[in-house]
């Protein structure tokens, strides 16, 4: 079994290999593998012969290769199910090579012989041509030539297919469905395509469809939308002129149906197809362009649409026909099974019947009213001419009458009673004036906010649409010019497309759409946005602000910026590129956390200075066709902080500058390339010739930076440590003084800080400095001659510094409050690290707070070498008081005496 099986695949490689390379090679042919089977592709690759085909294919295209007649049956394999001949030079179909090759390949399923010049003959078709093909199941003969030969016997030629269920041919008037089709059980589909020839099918009467009862989809769309540029042939070679009432209505099965681009049928002929469509199951209907756009424009009745409530539409597309009004109650016969409706291209003008009864279409999910008036705007476009001016207007005269009504706009039509509730508006409105007058009002606050009660708010815009609608279409429609306070009847709304009007000022708020997701408000040519306009929309995802003026307005130099997006936490795409930005501010993306897409392509940004740290699902940054020549050290700071495994950034047509002041950012950009999207395509023109991209550049520059960059880098590095060298020298020389004010300065924070020239500020009379070798010299002789004998107030430290104080916050507080410092000098003394503070401090005290008053006084009561005293207290022995102790008891009395003295 293994060895079979690899025979097989062996063979099955060899032989296709072979095959395949034979193909491609010596007949310029591509043959490849598809799920289904093989492939064998020669579309548009002008062949002079058909190739050979090896067996297993079940696919062949030579579309648009100029061949002139069938394949070979020594060609093509038994395998085939779908061919495609389409777009050559085939002028027949009963040649010896297609009788051969149909009967050949008797597997076949789709067969395309469209877009050549086979006419459409009965001696061209012989009723045994496809006699073999009866598992075909589709058939495409549009786009050949229509003859002037009576084509009746159609279905004999067709009647073989017993199993074709698509079949698209040219609509003729010479053309018929006979009784043969009535056999064709599963055909569902026919597409009757609209060639532009005289003999072109311009009438459908009641009987046309008779043979046809089983359709499920009918496209009678006309060729004029795919002709267009051309221009040569008029309308009428082909429209569809008349459809009679009654020919639909055969079609019980029909559920898609396409009468569009059929510029002369007007709204009569949908009239009557309207009257035929609720005895068919009609789910989809296509009814565009009826109207010739040079054409004047219509009113749109409530019968003309009337029998739409009696069946089961979801679709209804009703674009480009002229519509500038409808009767009062028309959105009545909508039906409520109605789930999308386009009426985009039209001309409609704002009226009562924008609001009656729109909310009775509950499933309705999708409206496109885009497009709006473009025949007021002069352009380019070549119009379609219309045939006959005046069959319009007696369409219209011809319709008013037999409905009985005005086409006068102003005239309350006799459908205004079946509409639900035509006072909408009013009561709504008196609704919520209502709910205003339960409010305070006094103290109303603006900016507005949908708090607000609309009775009180200036220019409000009342969008009403079913309450389930959830996509919305409002582009190029000519709105504008203020975006004020507006809202939505519907709280479904998910996604809102108002781009390409003329919204040059966004103030919102826009209210009760707080489930949208997607906004486009791109190409208004605003330049003016309020900080709250989109504060209530807190679920959208993509807003869309592109072609604007958002660079010249204010709200990007005002303090509030912040809120501009401080409210879309769920928003993941943003775009404001060709906006004329030149500067944002630092934290004008606060908020968004989700982003994963910010564009900011076609600005005039020179740097990037926006923090994006907190952008942890920011996938791609675009920043193209700005005016960057480098980024700075913060930009590139800023855009590292956000670099992940998924970040792209995009720099791609901005005018890089390649010298020494940018070799960093060049360095940054080879560092990283593989984060820039069309990173090749950069480049930064050099005065070198022939040096334009960036890995060139960067080789080219560290040659010629290196040294000045080397330079650059020494130089700041030794003013750095003569810097610091300067400063801690400054620090070292000044210590004292510093710590001193340190201390001062704490202490008039904390505690307010008493100045010294008012004496009944002092505390104690002398502080008295020692070591505490010393403390029973202080105790038993200074405190009983200076304090119990001559009543004098000290300060020794054991007694009287503050428990749980800082000991140098108690030194500084003893020493600024008293009058005089004593320091009792000795070996003892000069060892002790805070002895020396409190000289220190006493002497910066001296100096700096004393206004020249004299406060210290030195006792030396043990002899000490000179060569021993430190350089401070020497300092103070030549400036201030000093005193030697005595030796002598009987001197004793005299040196108390002599202290006392110095202390009063």
């Given at each position: ?770 070591a505490d070798e010393d403390r029973l010299f202080v105790t038993k002789s ?16 054991h007694r009287d510094f503050i428990p749980g104080c800082d000991i140098a ?96």
């Amino acid at each position: 079994m293994l060895l079979i099986w690899m025979i097989n695949i062996f063979y099955f490689n060899f032989i296709a290999g072979q095959n395949s390379q034979q193909c491609t090679t010596e007949k310029r042919c591509q043959c490849k593998k598809v799920e289904s089977g093989l492939l064998a592709d020669c579309s548009g690759l002008n062949l002079n012969s058909y190739p050979t085909f090896f067996d297993g294919i079940v696919t062949i295209d030579v579309s648009y290769n100029k061949l002139n007649d069938f394949p070979s049956t020594l060609d093509v394999p038994t395998t085939l199910k779908h061919l495609n001949i389409s777009g050559n030079l085939l002028e027949r179909i009963d040649t010896v090579k297609s009788r051969k090759l149909f009967s050949y390949i008797n597997n076949l399923e789709s067969l395309n012989l469209s877009s050549n010049f086979i006419p459409l003959d009965p001696q061209v078709y012989p009723k045994d041509i496809f006699m073999k093909l009866s598992k075909l199941k589709s058939l495409d003969l549009t786009r050949n030539i229509l003859t002037q030969c009576e084509f009746r016997n159609l279905d004999n030629v067709i009647n073989p297919l017993v199993s074709l269920e698509f079949f698209a041919i040219d609509g003729s008037q010479k053309i018929s469905f006979g009784f043969g089709f009535q056999t064709l059980k599963f055909l569902k589909h026919l597409r009757l395509y609209g060639s532009c020839n005289e003999n072109r099918l311009l009438t459908i009467k009641e009987d046309y469809f008779d043979n046809l009862s089983n359709l499920k989809t009918l496209d009678i769309s006309s060729e004029i939308e795919r002709n267009f540029t051309s221009m040569n042939w008029t309308t009428s070679l082909c429209s569809l002129f008349y459809i009679y009432r009654g020919a639909i209505s055969k079609l019980s099965h029909l559920i898609y149906l396409d009468i569009s681009y059929n510029r002369e049928l007007g709204l009569c002929g949908f009239s009557n197809i309207t009257q035929d469509l609720p005895f068919t199951q009609i789910r989809i209907l296509r009814a565009n362009y009826l109207h010739c756009n040079a054409g004047p424009s219509v009113t749109l009745l409530c019968e003309d649409i009337k029998p739409f409530i009696n069946t089961s539409l979801e679709e209804l597309y009703f674009d480009g026909n002229n519509i500038d009004f409808a009767q009062t109650g028309v959105l009545y016969y909508l039906p409520a099974s109605l789930k999308r409706l386009t009426l985009k291209s039209n001309r409609w003008i704002q009226n009562r019947y924008t609001y009656c009864n729109t909310f009775g279409l509950t499933n309705l999910t999708f409206l496109d009213i885009s497009d709006m008036n473009q025949h007021q705007i002069s352009s380019d476009e070549q119009y379609v001419s219309c045939q006959d001016f005046f069959r319009i207007i007696n369409c219209e005269k011809l319709r008013s009458s037999s409905f009985g009504t005005s086409l006068n706009p102003r005239v309350w039509e006799a459908c205004i009673e079946q509409c639900l509730n035509p006072r909408t508006v009013e009561n709504f409105y008196q609704q919520k004036k209502q709910d205003g007058v339960n409010n305070d009002t006094t103290n109303i606050s603006y900016p507005l906010t949908c708090s607000t009660p609309i009775s009180f708010a200036t220019n409000v815009n009342m969008i009403f649409v079913p309450r389930n609608v959830e996509h919305i279409v409002m582009n190029n429609s000519r709105l504008g010019h203020t975006l004020t306070y507006t809202y939505f009847a519907s709280s479904n709304l998910k996604s809102l497309i108002l781009s390409h009007n003329q919204f040059y000022s966004l103030i919102g708020p826009i209210c009760n759409a707080t489930k949208l997701k997607y906004l486009d408000l791109s190409n208004n040519r605003c330049s003016h946005l309020s900080a709250y306009i989109f504060r209530e929309l807190i679920a959208v995802e993509k807003l869309i602000l592109d072609n604007n003026l958002i660079g010249s307005a204010q709200i990007l130099k005002d303090k509030n910026i912040r809120d501009l997006f401080s409210m879309q936490l769920k928003l993941k795409e943003l775009s404001l590129a060709s906006n004329g930005i030149k500067f944002l501010p630092t934290e004008i993306f606060r908020n968004l956390k989700k982003i994963r897409h910010l564009n900011l392509s076609k600005n005039q940004l020179t740097d990037w200075n926006i923090n994006i740290e907190h952008m942890r699902h920011l996938t791609y940054l675009d920043l193209s066709e700005n005016q960057i020549l480098f980024l700075s050290d913060t930009g590139m700071a800023f855009i590292d902080s956000s670099f992940s495994k998924k970040f792209a950034i995009d720099l791609s047509l901005n005018p890089i500058q390649c010298n020494c002041d940018s070799y960093s950012f060049i360095m940054w950009l080879i560092k990283r390339q593989e984060k820039f999207k069309k990173f090749k395509h950069y480049n930064c023109p050099l005065i070198k010739p022939n040096i334009t991209d960036i890995p060139t550049a960067n080789i080219y520059l560290k040659k010629k930076c290196s040294s000045y960059v080397s330079l650059i880098v020494l130089a700041i590095n030794l003013i750095i440590c003569f810097l610091a060298v300067l400063v801690i020298v400054i620090v070292y020389r000044r210590r004292w003084k510093l710590r001193y004010w340190y201390y001062i300065a704490k202490r008039q924070y904390f505690r307010g800080y008493n100045g010294v020239a008012d004496e009944n500020r002092y505390r104690f009379d002398a502080f008295i400095s020692y070591a505490d070798e010393d403390r029973l010299f202080v105790t038993k002789s200074v405190k009983t001659k200076l304090e119990e004998e001559a009543s004098l107030r000290l300060c020794i430290h054991h007694r009287d510094f503050i428990p749980g104080c800082d000991i140098a916050d108690n030194i500084i507080n003893a020493i600024h409050q008293s009058r005089k410092v004593i320091f009792i000098i000795t070996e003892a003394f000069l060892k002790s690290e805070w002895c020396m503070y409190e000289v220190h401090m006493a002497h910066t005290e001296n100096v700096m707070s004393r206004q020249g008053i004299n406060m210290l006084i030195l006792v030396f009561k043990e002899e000490i070498p000179q060569k021993r005293i430190p350089q401070k207290i020497m300092q103070i022995v030549q400036e201030e008081v000093y005193i030697d102790f005595p030796d002598d008891i009987e001197d004793e009395e005299i040196f108390w005496n002599h202290l006392t003295d110095s202390l009063l």
